[in-house]
T-cell receptor, first 111, second 116 residues
Framework: QKEVEQDPGPLSVPEGAIVSLNCTYSNSAFQYFMWYRQYSRKGPELLMYTYSSGNKEDGRFTAQVDKSSKYISLFIRDSQPSDSATYLCAITRGGADGLTFGKGTHLIIQP | ETGVTQTPRHLVMGMTNKKSLKCEQHLGHNAMYWYKQSAKKPLELMFVYNFKEQTENNSVPSRFSPECPNSSHLFLHLHTLQPEDSALYLC???????????????FGPGTRLLVL
């Protein structure tokens, strides 16, 4: 079983729609959860960082963590064509560990 | 320059060549990382350095050799690579405080490597 599972998509939605992106993980030792956005030919850009179960909101973005289900989500409200990118979930145990990434979901927002 | 920079942005090399990738961070961080991103695969952690000391080598072949002369610079020396090593190589940095890493890492734009 892979440590982090993420549907690679592509996921195509119309402009203005609410987007839901998800990852599941297998190891309950993971404590820190991040979402990165990666545009084509660019490095990943940190979008959201959460530690505990629950929701965290930043503008149009909401990150949700359910540690009991080992399930993390990113919601994008009022999606824009500029949101078209690959979204990567990343998790870590903390400490000296690097990040463990999902494969990334390719999101396309249609104008 | 701000953030994390990487040079070169693109590199084509033969299997017998020796080349080096360079990463520089301008964020005052003291932990640096190399990741490999191949098509249709998750980013893979390669190496971790904290205060210039290598703290993790994620079973990377010896044809990849990292060097961290100071907290701001990180190199990846390449020699006798294989075509399957073609990928995007990403550098990242984070802040470590009292021996505990910050979990948030900031990435450079990457070096796209093609091995012929």
């Amino acid at each position: 079983q892979k440590e982090v599972e993420q549907d690679p998509g592509p996921l195509s939605v119309p402009e203005g729609a609410i987007v839901s992106l998800n990852c599941t993980y297998s190891n309950s030792a993971f404590q820190y959860f991040m979402w990165y956005r990666q545009y084509s030919r660019k490095g990943p850009e940190l979008l959201m960082y959460t530690y505990s179960s629950g929701n965290k909101e930043d503008g149009r973005f909401t990150a949700q963590v359910d540690k009991s289900s080992k399930y993390i989500s990113l919601f994008i409200r009022d999606s824009q064509p500029s949101d078209s990118a690959t979204y990567l979930c990343a998790i870590t145990r903390g400490g000296a560990d690097g990040l463990t990434f999902g494969k990334g979901t390719h999101l396309i927002i249609q104008p | 320059e701000t953030g994390v920079t990487q040079t070169p942005r693109h590199l084509v090399m033969g299997m017998t060549n020796k080349k080096s990738l360079k990463c520089e961070q301008h964020l005052g961080h003291n932990a640096m990382y190399w990741y490999k991103q191949s098509a249709k695969k998750p980013l893979e952690l390669m190496f971790v350095y904290n205060f210039k000391e290598q703290t993790e080598n994620n079973s990377v072949p010896s044809r990849f050799s990292p060097e961290c002369p100071n907290s701001s610079h990180l190199f990846l020396h390449l020699h006798t690579l294989q075509p399957e090593d073609s990928a995007l190589y990403l550098c990242a940095s984070s802040h470590d405080s009292d021996g505990r890493y910050s979990e948030t890492q900031y990435f450079g734009p990457g070096t796209r490597l093609l091995v012929l």
